[in-house]
C-alpha cells in the first residue's frame, strides 16, 4: 500500500531562520511525483515543490527547497529564510492522491 | 482567469437532505479531483474525473455518494441523505494532468445538523 508520513505534527522557527519538514513514503512504483503544498488559515491549498522521482536533481523553487533520498524514500521541505507569511499547514503527497497529516508551521518574530 | 471555483463556500443541510457541490475547474484543465479534509487532518482523496468520465473513484465510499463531470458545466459532487458524519471541508482541484501541480479551489464547507 502506498502511504504518506510526517511525523512532525508541529514545528517552530525563529523569522529569518531555516527549518526543515520532514516526510517519508512507501510506494512500489518506480516512476512517481511527490508534491508539498501549503494551507494557511485561509485553507487555500496552494502547491510549494513537485519532484519526479527519476530526477536526480533536487527541485527549488526560491526559498523553498527538498531533499529527495529515493533509497530512504524520504522527501523533506526546507524552508530558508522563514517568513511570517509561511506560517501554515504543509502537506507531503505522493502523486497528490496519498497525502500526509501535516505538519503546523509556527513562525516566531 | 479566476483559478478553480467551488460553490457554496457553506453549505447546511438536516440529515436527510441532499448536499451538491459544485466545482468549475480552472481554463483549460480537463482533470478534477475532489478531497475531503476534516479538521486537523490532511486532505482524503475521493475521485479523479475527466470530463464525462471517472477516471478513479477508490476513496469515494460506495453509498450515498457520486460524483460527475459533464461534457458542459462544472463538476459536481452528490451526497444523497447526508449524516453527521459527512461534516467536512470538500476541496475540488484541477489540472492537467496527474503528473502537473494541482490548483485547488477555496473548499466547501458541510455542515449537517
Known amino acids: 500500500a502506498q502511504t504518506v508520513t510526517q511525523s512532525q505534527p508541529e514545528m517552530s522557527v525563529q523569522e529569518a531562520e531555516t527549518v526543515t519538514l520532514s516526510c517519508t513514503y512507501d510506494t512500489s512504483e518506480s516512476d512517481y511525483y511527490l508534491f508539498w503544498y501549503k494551507q494557511p488559515p485561509s485553507r487555500q491549498m496552494i502547491l510549494v515543490i513537485r519532484q519526479e522521482a527519476y530526477k536526480q536533481q533536487n527541485a527549488t523553487e526560491n526559498r523553498f527547497s527538498v531533499n529527495f533520498q529515493k533509497a530512504a524514500k524520504s522527501f523533506s521541505l526546507k524552508i530558508s529564510d522563514s517568513q511570517l507569511g509561511d506560517a501554515a499547514m504543509y502537506f507531503c503527497?505522493?502523486?497528490?492522491?496519498?497525502w500526509g497529516a501535516g505538519t503546523k508551521l509556527i513562525i516566531k518574530p | 482567469n479566476a483559478g478553480v471555483m467551488q460553490n457554496p463556500r457553506h453549505l447546511v443541510r438536516r440529515r436527510g437532505q441532499e448536499a451538491r457541490l459544485r466545482c468549475s475547474p480552472m481554463k483549460g484543465h480537463s482533470h478534477v479531483y475532489w478531497y475531503r479534509q476534516l479538521p486537523e487532518e490532511g486532505l482524503k482523496f475521493m475521485v479523479y474525473l475527466q470530463k464525462e468520465n471517472i477516471i478513479d473513484e477508490s476513496g469515494m465510499p460506495k453509498e450515498r455518494f457520486s460524483a460527475e463531470f459533464p461534457k458542459e458545466g462544472p463538476s459536481i459532487l452528490r451526497i444523497q441523505q447526508v449524516v453527521r458524519g459527512d461534516s467536512a471541508a470538500y476541496f475540488c482541484?484541477?489540472?492537467?494532468?496527474?503528473?502537473?501541480?494541482?490548483?485547488f479551489g477555496s473548499g466547501t464547507r458541510l455542515t449537517v445538523v
Open positions: 503527497a505522493n502523486y497528490q492522491l496519498i
Open positions: 482541484a484541477s489540472s492537467h494532468g496527474p503528473t502537473y501541480g494541482y490548483t
